[in-house]
């Protein structure tokens, strides 16, 4: 047995190991209600840019709505013709809901990071006052805050996603990597 084949298995044991499996299902489940929650309560308190918790409000939701449509697919005890009429419908379905969860975190990538620099600065987290000129040398104050927690949250979803983005990646290119030096060696199992 080579060292490539022991390799591959060793990874589809640790991929479908519960120890893999229930954290990565929990964390799933939990970052989601998370958004809709936090989104939820803090709807007022994003002056800054109002559409940070609908942004949270509306992924969270969309998050759970496609594992849920996921977890229906995995249906058994149904005929074949069942099975393609349903995996027709279902690509189309997912197909969509991709293009919407890009779209929209694109949209949450330019709400969030477009207003990084005024919400670092402690002052402005917790809700500052500004002084704004209008063409009337009148100066009024305003109040420039976001919920930090509603700002943390949605700038580490968007960075999660990125670094799992990256490890997806990384993964696949390995794994096509290791596919195709057991196709030159010829490595059976």
Known sequence: MSFVANWIRWVNRAICSTFIIVPMVTAWLVIPLTMIVVGILNLRYCSIEPNIPVWLVVGGFMVLATTTCACNCCQVNS??????????????????????????????????????????????????????TNGSNAATEVTIECSHITYYLAFTVIMLTYILLGILLLVIFISCFVCRVRDIYNVND
Request: aromatic share 10%; with cysteine.
């Open 79 to 132: 005929t074949r013709e069942e099975d393609e009429k349903r995996s027709n419908s279902q690509t189309i379905c997912s197909i969509l809901i991709t293009i919407f969860h890009v779209i929209w975190f694109v949209i949450g990538n330019v709400w969030v990071i477009r207003i990084f620099a005024p919400v670092t600065q402690l002052s402005d987290v917790v809700g500052a006052n500004k002084t704004i």
